[in-house]
T-cell receptor, first 112, second 115 residues
Framework: DQQVKQNSPSLSVQEGRISILNCDYTNSMFDYFLWYKKYPAEGPTFLISISSIKDKNEDGRFTVFLNKSAKHLSLHIVPSQPGDSAVYFCAASGNTGNQFYFGTGTSLTVIP | KAGVTQTPRYLIKTRGQQVTLSCSPISGHRSVSWYQQTPGQGLQFLFEYFSETQRNKGNFPGRFSGRQFSNSRSEMNVSTLELGDSALYLC??????????????FGDGTRLSIL
């Protein structure tokens, strides 16, 4: 049972434009949502997170939006750069942080 | 600060064998989680250890087991290997004693191939 879903396996964006990666979840008990970036042959690295009490969190070029009523979150990257090309995973956890549920990932390609 | 270290990086085994993977967490991190990554399946949670105790377990058969030592280092064992066990196995560590906003830090994984 996939509690966190990323329905777009891949996304291509021109350099300088906005990249929008989407994620849906089914469990309304999730308290935290995180985004990770993964390059080939490396482990995922933490990018940005958001608490369920917020609807937006920003860190430089990265902004995460949370819509709790729709059980949907998105990651915006502006402006997109070729170095952003990677697989992006969204993840969710409860308030204890003992277990994280990951989506299947979206492969982002930023075209120079 | 040293990151999460997983050994070995690559492993080739045959069906029916068993394998042990090792993970050294970031110093001070007491929680270690293991994930299986296969194409199209994302990261599937195997189990999480905290202070040498298994706190959470995913939906994997009993052939998958793990343990954590007093220095927080962890090992994962898979017995009676099957072709479907071919995957990237990732280990992640975190402080483990706070809220869900404490991100996990991942190692680069062990690529296990079953022939």
């Amino acid at each position: 049972d996939q509690q966190v879903k990323q329905n777009s396996p891949s996304l291509s964006v021109q350099e300088g434009r906005i990249s929008i990666l989407n994620c849906d979840y089914t469990n309304s008990m999730f308290d935290y949502f995180l985004w990770y970036k993964k390059y080939p042959a490396e482990g995922p690295t933490f990018l940005i997170s958001i608490s369920s009490i917020k609807d937006k969190n920003e860190d430089g070029r990265f902004t995460v939006f949370l819509n709790k009523s729709a059980k949907h979150l998105s990651l915006h990257i502006v402006p997109s750069q070729p170095g952003d090309s990677a697989v992006y995973f969204c993840a969710a956890s409860g308030n204890t942080g003992n277990q994280f549920y990951f989506g299947t990932g979206t492969s982002l390609t930023v075209i120079p | 600060k040293a990151g999460v270290t997983q050994t070995p990086r690559y492993l080739i085994k045959t069906r029916g064998q068993q394998v042990t993977l090792s993970c050294s967490p970031i110093s001070g991190h007491r929680s270690v989680s293991w994930y299986q990554q296969t194409p199209g399946q994302g990261l599937q949670f195997l189990f999480e250890y905290f202070s040498e105790t298994q706190r959470n377990k995913g939906n994997f058969p009993g052939r998958f087991s793990g343990r954590q030592f007093s220095n927080s280092r962890s090992e994962m064992n898979v017995s009676t290997l099957e072709l479907g066990d071919s995957a990237l196995y990732l280990c992640a560590s975190s402080l483990g004693s706070g809220g869900g906003d404490q991100p996990q830090h991942f190692g680069d994984g062990t690529r296990l191939s079953i022939l």
